[in-house]
């Protein structure tokens, strides 16, 4: 099991992987839903 993650590293975490998704599929594809998918929570 992977160790919790602080906060600044979450937040990093979700910004780079939001920027990542915009990048490959545009940035109305973006949702909370698929965002949370791709990172696990």
């Known amino acids: ?3 919790r993650k602080t906060g ?3 937040r990093r ?3 780079d992987t939001m920027l990542r998704m915009a ?4 940035p ?3 949702t909370t ?3 949370a998918a791709r ?3």
Do not use: F, P, W
């Not at 990048?23 to 545009?26: D, K, M």
């Open 1 to 3: 099991m992977e160790a």
């Open 8 to 10: 600044e590293e979450r």
């Open 13 to 15: 975490q979700i910004l």
């Open 23 to 26: 990048g490959e599929q545009g």
């Open 28 to 30: 109305d594809a973006v």
């Open 33 to 35: 839903k698929a965002l």
């Open 39 to 41: 990172i696990g929570v």
